[in-house]
């Protein structure tokens, strides 16, 4: 295949010579002053693409790790693969106002069908990998897409199944088509094929992506980004080359970004908050991006890269928490004595370095448990070098977030919807105030409304939803004001957010209760991986739980209680106790009108086939109410 990447292992970042991150961020400022860089003066995704393949052609753009091996993509092969999969489109009568859908795991090729789409004036449709076959046949129709790209033959099977029910879908290609060439369907290409196509015509025009990125209008839908459908069915979000560049401009405004920069792409690119550290940013500032094995070895790359900013979910921080917490545990008596010993220290000098109260001997303990623990911990979690970690997507619990703080790991939270086309807010380095969610990049304006919702406006403002109208004016006002559906506050310019509004709870004796922030002060425990706060016209607040089961698991084994499944251990009275123990004490960080003062283990985990989690692995608080009536309902009339 013609400019195919090298298959000699690359170097990663982590290996070079380079001085490694310090055991807290380096000084980094808030800057406004706009980099003079040619590809901020394209309009669209496209264009800053052939900007940066212009300018920096060899530089290594993307990295793809396959069979234990780093391999390395330039910004100018990037670019001619982006143009071959772009021109094999056009020939098969893709255009402006198309669909392409996308349903693969993160990987290069994501990229490709997802600029090329855009390059042609088409749409980019993500699907996400995890979907059943029924919500891939929703979205495919509800977009009317023509063309879908394919990871593998689990994906090809999922269109098999509703093959008959797509009349629009033209073609599908498959990236890795082992397994699939007997399927009889004529609509099936190879990727192999599909791109050696498009490079075959490319030779023919080679002025052929030059004269389609110079027809692009900005302002039209370049991608459709579908919401996780927490309150119901998900809505396709359409977002310009406007909105996507305005966005990551004045997001990039407020930070140092550079070539240098290392991200590892591993959340879902369906998600509009991973477009913007494996798109958006990379098209903007240069940033190279690093595509695992699989998504069982995130860790491992996480390891390996050492990125230098890193965005992780909520679930992924409280993840990494249990997991440190259970080793420490079960490490020696001497490690678990000095960690606990500098970890404790770490919160206490980090407070004080915020109080600008830092002394001499602060400086020596630091350096000691860099020297003893910190070092240890951030690179076993490869973060050493991370000098912006942000969470986002979902909120976090403070608690968690000042823990990270304690080994040196500035966790900078941030707040922005698919809408937005991503961030609206974020947490300075040098005025990281946990609770909050940041302040607003510049491009928007912001106030609060009458009844406490959040309302933002400006240039990343969304084009509208896909196919639904009204959607859309219930969200964009007539003034240009975006209703988010969050409640929150503003002070000193810092964005709290207290609740969506449409999930608030008011208990019987009135009270307004946020279930996020109840739900958060209970899974800081390395026990508890999902919690539903309910207490709706209730006379009190309960909860369902659903068990961490690896780490009940190592906490039951230690204690020698046997157990067959998660079933047969969340009915473990031993297990009941200790949620006992975990609920009690998150209640300790909750008003009294807040506190979970019963609760029931859900009987098996939550799945996003059976409609209780979205793809984001968000709960569906409609579907959960609905399932576990009975069980929610034995709460209160045993209470």
């Given at each position: 295949m013609a400019n195919s990447p090298s298959t000699a292992p690359a170097a990663l970042p982590s290996e070079r010579a380079e001085a490694p991150r310090r055991s807290t961020p380096p000084a980094r400022h808030l800057s406004v002053a706009p980099k003079d860089a040619q590809a901020r003066l394209e309009p669209t995704l496209p264009g800053r693409l052939r900007a940066f393949a212009q300018t920096c052609g060899d530089q290594p753009a993307l990295r793809q790790k396959r069979r234990g091996l780093w391999e390395e993509v330039s910004w100018s092969d990037y670019y001619a693969r982006v143009s071959a999969t772009a021109r094999v489109l056009a020939e098969h009568g893709i255009g402006p106002g198309d669909h392409v859908a996308i349903l693969s795991d993160n990987r290069p090729e994501w990229l490709y069908a997802d600029l090329a789409a855009q390059a042609l004036g088409a749409r980019s449709v993500g699907i996400y990998a995890t979907s059943p076959a029924s919500d891939v046949a929703m979205l495919l129709q509800h977009s009317e897409s023509k063309v879908l790209f394919c990871e593998d033959q689990?994906?090809?099977?999922?269109?098999?199944?509703?093959?008959?029910?797509?009349?629009?879908?033209?073609?599908?290609?498959?990236?890795?088509?082992?397994?699939?060439?007997?399927?009889?369907?004529?609509?099936?290409?190879?990727?192999?094929?599909?791109?050696?196509?498009?490079?075959?015509?490319?030779?023919?025009d080679g002025a052929f992506m030059t004269r389609c990125i110079a027809e692009l209008d900005p302002d039209a839908p370049a991608m459709v980004v579908y919401t996780s459908g927490t309150t119901g069915r998900p809505k396709g979000a359409m977002i310009s080359s406007r909105?996507?560049?305005?966005?990551?401009?004045?997001?990039?405004?407020?930070?140092?970004?550079?070539?240098?920069?290392?991200?590892?792409?591993?959340l879902p690119l369906c998600h509009v908050a991973e477009k913007i550290y494996s798109v958006l940013l990379p098209l903007t500032e240069g940033v190279v991006v690093h595509f695992g094995e699989s998504i069982d070895t995130v860790q491992e790359d996480l390891r390996e890269v050492s990125p230098t900013v890193f965005l992780g979910v909520p679930r992924i921080w409280e993840k990494i928490h249990a997991a440190v917490t259970?080793?420490?545990?079960?490490?020696?008596?001497?490690?678990?004595?000095?960690?606990?010993?500098?970890?404790?220290?770490?919160?206490?000098?980090?407070a004080r370095r915020r109080r600008s109260e830092a002394t001499m001997l602060d400086r020596v303990m630091w350096a000691l448990g860099d020297l003893l623990i910190y070092r240890a911990l951030q690179e076993r979690l490869g973060l050493r070098r991370c000098w912006l970690p942000g969470s986002g997507a979902a909120p976090i619990a403070p608690e968690l977030l000042e823990w990270y703080r304690c080994f040196g790991v500035e966790i900078c939270e941030g707040?922005?919807?698919?809408?937005?086309?991503?961030?609206?807010?974020?947490?300075?380095?040098?005025?990281?105030?946990?609770?909050?969610?940041?302040?607003?990049?510049?491009?928007?304006?912001?106030?609060?409304?009458?009844?406490?919702?959040?309302?933002?406006?400006g240039p990343s403002v969304f084009v509208g939803y896909l196919h639904d109208e009204a959607a859309t004016r219930d969200t964009i006002d007539d003034e240009g004001w975006l209703h988010t559906g969050d409640i929150g506050c503003i002070e000193d310019g810092y964005l709290t957010i207290t609740g969506r509004k449409k999930e608030i709870l008011i208990t019987a004796g009135g009270k307004n209760l946020s279930p996020e922030r109840i739900e958060n002060a209970i899974k800081t425990s390395p026990y508890i991986k999902e919690v539903v706060a309910i207490g709706d016209r209730r006379k009190f607040v309960a909860a369902l739980v659903q068990i961490e089961y690896d780490t009940v698991g190592y906490w039951a084994q230690a204690r020698d209680?046997?157990?067959?499944?998660?079933?047969?251990?969340?009915?473990?009275?031993?297990?009941?106790?200790?949620?006992?123990?975990?609920?009690?004490?998150?209640?300790?960080?909750?008003?009294?009108?807040?506190?979970?003062?019963?609760?029931?283990?859900?009987?098996?985990?939550?799945?996003?086939d059976d409609g209780e989690l979205t793809p984001t692995q968000k709960v569906r608080r409609g579907a959960i109410n609905e399932r576990y009536g009975s069980l929610i309902e034995s709460i209160y009339t045993s209470a």
């Open positions: 689990e994906q090809v099977d999922k269109f098999m199944e509703v093959a008959g029910e797509l009349p629009s879908l033209q073609q599908v290609v498959v990236f890795e088509p082992r397994g699939t060439r007997g399927y009889p369907d004529a609509r099936l290409t190879p990727w192999s094929e599909f791109l050696a196509g498009g490079e075959a015509l490319m030779r023919d909105n996507a560049c305005e966005m990551i401009d004045s997001f990039a405004t407020l930070f140092e970004f550079g070539p240098q920069e290392q991200v590892l792409s591993y259970i080793k420490l545990k079960n490490a020696s008596w001497l490690k678990r004595t000095l960690s606990a010993f500098f970890l404790r220290k770490g919160q206490e000098i980090q707040y922005g919807m698919t809408e937005l086309a991503g961030v609206s807010h974020i947490n300075p380095l040098d005025g990281n105030r946990v609770g909050t969610v940041g302040v607003r990049i510049p491009a928007l304006e912001q106030r609060i409304a009458e009844d406490g919702e959040i309302l933002l406006r209680i046997q157990y067959t499944s998660y079933q047969d251990l969340a009915g473990k009275d031993a297990v009941v106790a200790l949620v006992h123990e975990e609920i009690a004490r998150g209640n300790d960080g909750l008003a009294r009108v807040e506190q979970v003062r019963s609760f029931r283990i859900l009987p098996r985990q939550l799945q996003q």
